[in-house]
């Protein structure tokens, strides 16, 4: 009973900046991983982000220097600052999450998506 959702995509142009948010709720015992990916319609689903309960991170070659995931582990929530926006980052953006089940288990949760749409 988890459930993961996203707020926060739009349209914004070339050189702007938007700012993601994905909160989990539900029952679960705790978090571990969150992170976020995209996909284009026709591509495959990637990663973009992703940060440990920790604090530790990574980030595709692509947004490195221009994005940056932080999370408030408190809230269960995790976000996307977006800089530099450029045409090839339009996409569906998903928030993930690997989490914790009362049976000791890490199960793979997905939001829905939030488009992003980077265009003149």
């Known amino acids: 009973q988890v459930q993961l959702v996203e707020s926060g995509g739009g349209l914004v142009q070339p050189g702007g900046s938007l700012r993601l948010s994905c909160a989990a709720s539900?029952?679960?015992?705790?978090?571990?991983?969150m992170g976020w990916y995209r996909q284009v319609s026709g591509k495959e689903r990637e990663l973009v982000t992703s940060?440990?309960?920790?604090?530790?991170?990574n980030y595709a070659d692509s947004v490195k220097g221009r994005f940056t995931i932080s999370r408030d582990n408190a809230k269960n929530t995790v976000y996307l600052q977006m800089n530099s926006l450029i045409p090839e980052d339009t996409a569906v953006y998903y928030c993930?999450?690997?989490?914790?089940?009362?049976?000791?288990?890490?199960?793979?949760?997905w939001g829905k998506g939030t488009l992003v749409t980077v265009s003149s």
């Open positions: 993930n999450a690997e989490i914790r089940n009362y049976f000791s288990e890490f199960v793979n949760y």
């Open positions: 539900g029952s679960f015992v705790s978090i571990r991983n």
């Open positions: 940060m440990t309960n920790g604090g530790s991170t």
